[in-house]
């Protein structure tokens, strides 16, 4: 991130006369071949509603209405194609039976509004979206049940009953490519909401971290409002726009879509200023109250005397919760064992095939209440693999204590396609039945990492680790660490069995569909100074 300041004791950010610096337009190619303009704002980016025009060093930035327009409409197909296809199976159908698919249609995209699943920052969250679908494909069964009661020789309950399931997949898989090309994009600069966040504290700055963490939500921060000695420390002083005394002018004349205002850094006459500037120029205004890592689903809104208060739930797990948990791991696993027995008997002739060593990769780890455990792998790499980790350090990909390597020398053939499908995590059920692990929870850490963790982060080993969890099925490609230690502290502090729910459906809908998506090109390159800080 780099833009050109020059010294003017009258001139501002935004052009209007304070003591600031004026902002000279520039333009520097960011990591990953991204670049942020700076130039002076026009009436129609006021307004905003005219993307930048591209150039041949920044991607074209277009419209962020676009992907919420392209899932609408694949979303109607999906409910109208599993209708047809089931109702082409029925013989002869009175004509009013044939009415049945569109209105499915409208239905379930009705449902889908009240959902909020046209939201990209409810999309952006798989677990929540599988959550809501699900809700939504029962809404849609319930009124389809009773449609087929009123209609004469209409489909009859078991088809019915399989449309519905029918539109149900198909719209997770359509979801799951449209989340893959939308990621995709965003990572490359399109489709992003410039957003301006108001406070330069402590909070304030690990927000703009976070967006940069996390560039598949779409929110690209293209300014700061504050002070700007923070702004400097914390290594963003590119993005600083003004004091926040001057926010309402600086807002007004600073093209973005959005603004975010961090509640401890501003007060409460501030707060106003902004959310009425953010009224009078369209743009949507997000209100940081500082509740980091706390389920939204625990908290709502509790108006006091015509005042907006956060009513947040304890959210403690319950004793019975926690037995149901272990009861699930353990039925689960034995039936995946048995199932899955042939499977087990095919890889390993596979890999004593390829050089005659070990089947089972073994391995000890930091399980529950810091207690260690041998967990057990199909061997993916060859026999000597830990012992080559040190000459492969250098090329790590991950931020922190952690190491990935996309194109791991160590991977054998068979190894890299049991990695691509998952198929090298089945001997971890042997640990869930034994109780080491759990179906869901936080990866287990070696103990060489778990004692590089911050201390915050040791909470993790409150509960049995997992063999997959929220940080598998939301950021499994992301490099940061800083999203492996938001995402593992979340699903400790919020957990619930509809999560563990949730998260199991959302394995299994990467298990199907990530061999044919490719997720790895979309890796971060958010500006070295946040990922670091």
Sequence with gaps: MNASWNQHPRSSACGHTTRHHRFVPSRRPLRGGMTMERRPPSANDVDGGSPAAATDREPLRTNPRVPMAVLKIGDGIAIFVAFAAVLATVGRLEPTAM?????????????VWSAQLWDS???????????????????????????DRLIANGPGLARALTACAVAWLLMIGWRSIHRSWVTHQRRQGRFIRRTIVVGTDARALELVRLFATHPEAGIRVTGVIGSRHEAKRAGVSELWLGERRDAASILTATPSESIVVCSSAVNPRMLQTVI?????????????????????????????????????????????????????DIVVSSVLLALASPVFAVIAILIKRTD????????????????????????????????????????NQRSGPLFKLAADPRVTKIGNIMRKTSLDELPQLINVLRGEMSLVGPRPALRREAEEFPSELRERHRVRPGITGLWQVEARDNPSFDAYRRLDL???????????????????????????LSRGRGEVDAPAALMAA
């Design 99 to 111: 009415l049945l698919a569109p209105v499915a249609v409208a239905i379930g995209l009705s449902a």
């Design 490 to 516: 979340f699903y400790v502090r919020n957990w619930t069995l509809a999560l563990d729910l949730v998260l199991l459906l959302g394995t299994a809908e990467q298990l199907l569909l990530r061999p044919f």
């Design 121 to 147: 920052r409810v999309t952006a969250m798989r677990w929540i979206e599988l959550s809501r679908l699900t809700r939504v494909a029962a809404i849609v069964t319930a009124a389809v049940l009773a449609l």
């Design 356 to 395: 005659g060593g070990p089947i089972l990769f073994r391995q000890r780890r930091v399980g529950r209440d810091d207690h260690e455990f041998e967990i057990l792998k199909f061997r993916t790499m060859v026999v000597d693999a830990e012992a080559r980790l040190a000459e492969l350090s250098d090329d």
């Design 276 to 328: 009425d500037t953010g009224r009078g120029t369209g743009r949507e205004v997000l209100v940081d109250p500082g509740l980091a890592g706390v389920d939204a689903r625990r908290v709502a809104a509790s108006p006091v005397a015509h005042e907006a208060f956060l009513y947040v739930d304890s959210g403690a797990p319950s004793r019975t919760g926690r037995c149901v948990k272990r009861a699930v």
